[in-house]
């Protein structure tokens, strides 16, 4: 007695694994959408001046919010001209660090007071659910690639 066992669709399945394979080595459109996305989420973070996702940002001085008041500036909590927050907000603003390859996504603000804000206001941070996102985003990426395949 003899069985014979002969596989199916391979044909289509490795066609499925090269367009997968493709689109995560050309990851270019996912990343522009993460990159939304964190837009969203910075805005989120200074529209709560650092409350979302737990704290709080440490409130001007009595002296910086009166000085802010004098010139006009906006009184929130990291907002006295706005580029700190558009920076981080608004594609392509003043300042703003966005470079997204094939491969990766650089996102930032080059403003010289940014590095030093981050340290003691943190406006670059994101809950669990933010990253869960993130990768949503990029995983759909890829199963829409391979879905394509079929």
Do not use: C
């Not at 996305?37 to 910075?42: D, F, G, N, P, Q």
């Not at 804000?117 to 391979?146: C, G, H, S």
Request: hydrophobic fraction near 40%.
């Amino acid at each position: 007695m003899q069985f014979f066992i002969e596989t199916q669709g391979t044909r289509e399945v490795a066609t499925s694994f090269r367009r997968m394979g493709y689109a995560a080595q050309h990851a270019r459109p996912a990343f522009r959408t993460v990159a939304l996305l964190i837009m969203e989420i910075m805005d989120r973070v200074f529209d709560s001046e650092g409350r979302r996702g737990g704290g709080s940002w440490k409130l001007d001085s009595v002296d910086w919010l009166e000085r802010k008041m004098r010139a006009g500036l906006d009184p929130r909590i990291n907002h006295a001209t706005l580029a700190l927050r558009d920076s981080v907000t608004v594609p392509g603003a003043d300042g703003q660090i966005m470079e997204v390859t094939d491969r990766a996504l650089y996102f930032g603000s080059d403003l010289p007071y940014a590095g030093v804000t981050q340290e003691n206001r943190p406006f670059m941070k994101f809950m669990p659910q933010d990253r869960a996102e993130m990768r949503d985003i990029i995983r759909d990426y890829l199963i829409a690639a391979w879905e394509l395949g079929r």
